[in-house]
């Protein structure tokens, strides 16, 4: 499956002939239909007759809200490419448009949206498109920003199609560090063709997650556990040297006696914790000592 | 774009703590018809900063609302009719959105506002 994302960026890729040819596609239409629909069930919105307010990101030439105007919503789309929104236009698309790039955050106010829906869009933010675009910080924009315009216990249903599992774990994290709840539903797993990814995320609904355990349950004391808090005095003076009376390896003044395997360990998880995938696995090689480089 | 959108818009770029609401400059409208549906304009009411609405709705030439809205106004048929319009109806084609706190102008061109930010705004 080729993948638009790798020939340009979004708002360059979908030009005027692009546009175009998407609109006009019955196939195209036909898809962003299917999709739409799943989208809308998954956003369980509730059936009280009132017209809701949706928020369409990525909406393209509006071929997503048409189907959300057909189930009587209200919509506002966002999408960066201008050329997209002057087609939504000309189809007479019955939601707001606004030119804008998720990667820079939803530029609304808090709370505004019943829902969100997004159909092939997400997955444009794993996307570099130029030394300034960190797909790690901009998909914290989006998540935080996104989170903030939905209403409390709204839900937001994200059809992506990652590139990889790392990808769509990334993304999945991400929403999950800005505060949502939820997780990817995966609809035909086993079809190659009609496999289709939805992240469902839920803004402040009522937590399900489980409190983690308390530590020391089985009697155990805190200082027969390597990684609670210790209180110790604070190691002063000169650095401690090593057994040969040379220094130690990597000895610092906070850490006299070098950093070690725990230290490391805690940064490594640190930098996971922030989003960074590349970090690598936590192995018995990780932190042990070189071997000496002179050969006797 | 309609003033329901106006009241939500926000600047959120980088360093503006409070960026709505937006003000507006209007050069051309456009109206045309929508659904009109009470129960909705009941929903938007609590959801809407009542103030920039009113002074938006002043800018595209709808005055006379008043300061607050008291649930006996929702029986009024004609303050219905005139906040349908205003809200839904009206739509903004050309035009600015002016940020109160840092004074950043987002244009909008043919009826959409383009929010995209420089790069060095976030």
């Known amino acids: 499956m080729s993948r638009p994302e790798h020939t340009a960026p979004a708002e360059v890729f979908y030009n005027d002939t692009e546009a175009k040819k998407y609109t006009a596609s019955t196939r195209m239409m036909e898809i962003q239909e299917t999709l739409t629909k799943r989208a809308l069930e998954l956003l369980a919105l509730p059936q009280d007759g009132s017209p809701k307010l949706l928020l369409d990101i990525g909406c393209g030439s509006g071929l997503s809200g048409q189907t959300i105007s057909e189930e009587g919503h209200h919509w506002i789309g966002m999408d960066i490419s201008p050329s997209m929104l002057e087609v939504a236009q000309e189809i007479e698309a019955e939601g707001d448009l606004l030119l804008a790039d998720m990667g820079q955050g939803v530029p609304m106010r808090p709370a505004m949206f019943d829902g969100a829906i997004s159909i092939s869009a997400v997955q444009w933010l794993c996307n570099a498109d130029s030394t300034a675009h960190n797909p790690r910080l901009r998909l914290k924009q989006f998540f935080s920003t996104l989170y903030r315009s939905l209403a409390r216990g709204a839900r937001a249903i994200l059809q992506i199609y990652p590139e990889s599992m790392q990808q769509a774990e990334m993304i999945t994290m991400a929403a999950m560090r800005a505060g949502f709840s939820g997780g990817l539903v995966v609809d035909y797993p086993n079809s190659a063709r009609a496999k289709k990814h939805y992240l469902c995320l839920m803004a402040g609904a009522a937590t399900t997650a489980a409190l983690p355990a308390a530590k020391g349950l089985d009697g155990s004391d805190d200082e027969d556990d390597p990684e609670s808090v210790q209180f110790a005095e604070r190691a002063r003076g000169k650095r401690r040297k090593g057994a040969d009376g040379g220094a130690v390896a990597g000895a610092t003044k906070r850490h006299p006696d070098g950093k070690g395997r725990n230290w490391v360990l805690k940064k490594k998880d640190k930098r996971r914790k922030q989003g960074y995938m590349d970090v690598p696995e936590d192995t018995k090689y990780t932190a042990r000592k070189r071997k000496s480089k002179h050969l006797s | ?122």
């Open chain 2, 1 to 122: 774009m309609r003033l329901l959108t106006h009241n939500m818009l926000a600047n959120n770029a980088k360093g503006v703590t409070k960026g709505f609401p937006l003000g507006l400059e209007v050069t051309a409208v456009e109206t045309k018809e929508a659904e009109f549906n009470p129960d909705f304009l009941k929903k938007m009411v609590p959801k809407l900063e009542w103030g920039a609405f009113c002074e938006a709705a002043a800018v595209i030439g709808v005055t006379g609302f008043p300061t607050a809205v008291t649930p006996d106004l929702f029986e009024d048929e004609a303050f219905l009719k005139k906040f349908h319009n205003a809200l839904l109806e009206v739509h903004v084609e050309e035009g600015v959105l002016i940020c109160p706190e840092s004074g950043r102008r987002f244009a909008i061109n043919k009826g959409i506002p383009n929010m995209l930010l420089n790069e060095d705004e976030c």
